[in-house]
């Protein structure tokens, strides 16, 4: 088992930045990569970011490349992801993810995790 938690969410104004964190415990050593995902009221869970746990590859949704950047600390067991730039419609609810199964079928994809966070509010005004 793997527990996740969000951390740094808020209410900014449009233009602002933010940086979450999300720390996990248990069995990290299994853990292969983490991911952020947001959704917005009334839509879908969309992929933001991951990072490969030990490699530190990462990878990105075309919508917030150049404004987010993914980083993890191996030895804290975080992982970070810094957004600037905010815009209202990257209002929605963040959530942290781990994949700790083999095999990689894409890192945007939800059902590569199998641990996820309670998530953490984010609120752009205009």
């Known amino acids: 088992q793997v527990q996740l938690v969000e951390s740094g969410g808020g209410l900014v104004q449009a233009g602002g930045s933010l940086r979450f964190s999300c720390v996990a415990s248990g069995r990290t050593f299994s853990i292969y990569a983490m991911g952020w995902f947001r959704q917005a009221p009334e839509k879908e869970r969309e992929f933001v970011a991951a990072?490969?746990?030990?490699?530190?590859?990462?990878y990105y949704s075309d919508s917030v490349k150049g404004r987010v950047t993914i980083s993890r600390d191996y030895g804290k067991n975080t992982v970070y992801l810094q957004m600037n730039s905010l815009k209202p419609e990257d209002t929605a609810v963040y959530y942290c993810?781990?994949?700790?199964?083999?095999?990689?079928?894409?890192?945007?994809?939800?059902?590569?995790?199998?641990?996820w966070g309670q998530g953490t509010q984010v609120t752009v005004s205009s």
């Open positions: 993810a781990a994949d700790t199964r083999t095999g990689t079928r894409g890192f945007h994809l939800k059902s590569e995790y199998d641990y």
């Open positions: 990072i490969t746990w030990r490699g530190g590859n990462t």
